[in-house]
């Protein structure tokens, strides 16, 4: 289950658009999550206007303030700072903010911890997941275990197997073909394992 965030314009933005930063149909590389997680009373903190800058459009923000994510604002302190601080290290940079995209299992904004089952996802939102991955022009998907373990159980993603085809180099593959690439990276706020630096650097070196 998940908690709903009671924040109303979080809402509003989610069910607009129901990814972070550039459109997923178009971008080039898609990072997979559970869920798009806040803090709970984030609208009444000063970061709040970064998170609504952001919110209206990824790729601008990112273009102007030279960071991906306002998480990564040199005032925020909170959950998801870790996250994004390890993204960084890949190499993006604001001349890449429209062909990086963040999608969620969860079309809503969230809060505190969630534990997901197969009955807490929306299926008209995971036939989207499943068109941006498989009808987008993503070349680069990249789906954490936690992640690949429920969509798997869902009609949509029942072709993802449940260990990898192969390697390149530190990252796990399970999915390929003529035009895309589905990893299996570790989620990048998990803590304790060296293999994340590598893969990081592994992601990096996709970077045309």
């Known amino acids: 289950m998940y908690l709903s965030h009671p924040n109303n314009k ?14 997923p149909a178009a971008a080039s ?18 970061c709040f206007s970064e ?9 601008l923000y ?9 998480f990564r604002h040199p005032e925020y302190r909170g959950d998801g700072a870790y996250y994004h601080r390890r993204f ?33 996802l929306n299926p008209s ?12 022009k993503a070349a680069y998907i990249f789906i954490p275990s936690s992640v690949s373990r429920l969509l798997r159980k869902t009609q949509q993603f029942s072709w993802l197997p449940d ?20 990893y299996m990276p570790y989620h990048f706020s998990y803590y ?3 293999d994340i630096e590598l893969q990081l650097q592994d992601i990096g070196k996709l970077i045309s």
């Open 10 to 23: 979080l809402h509003q933005f989610f069910s607009l658009k129901p990814y972070q930063g550039a459109d």
């Open 29 to 46: 590389f898609l990072f997979f999550g559970l869920d798009a997680n806040y803090d709970p009373e984030i609208g009444d903190k000063a």
């Open 51 to 59: 998170v609504v800058s952001y919110l209206e459009d990824g790729v």
């Open 62 to 70: 990112w273009k102007e303030r030279g960071f991906h994510h306002p």
């Open 88 to 120: 960084a290290k890949i190499g993006f940079t604001k001349e890449h903010a429209e062909l990086v995209s963040f999608v969620e299992l969860v079309d809503v904004p969230t809060y505190g911890r969630s534990k997901l089952t197969i009955g807490d």
């Open 125 to 136: 939102h995971i036939a989207r997941l499943s068109d941006w991955v498989l009808k987008g």
């Open 163 to 182: 260990k990898p085809i192969g390697r390149d180099g530190s990252l796990p593959v399970l999915f390929r073909s003529d035009h895309k690439v589905v």
């Open 192 to 194: 304790g394992n060296k």
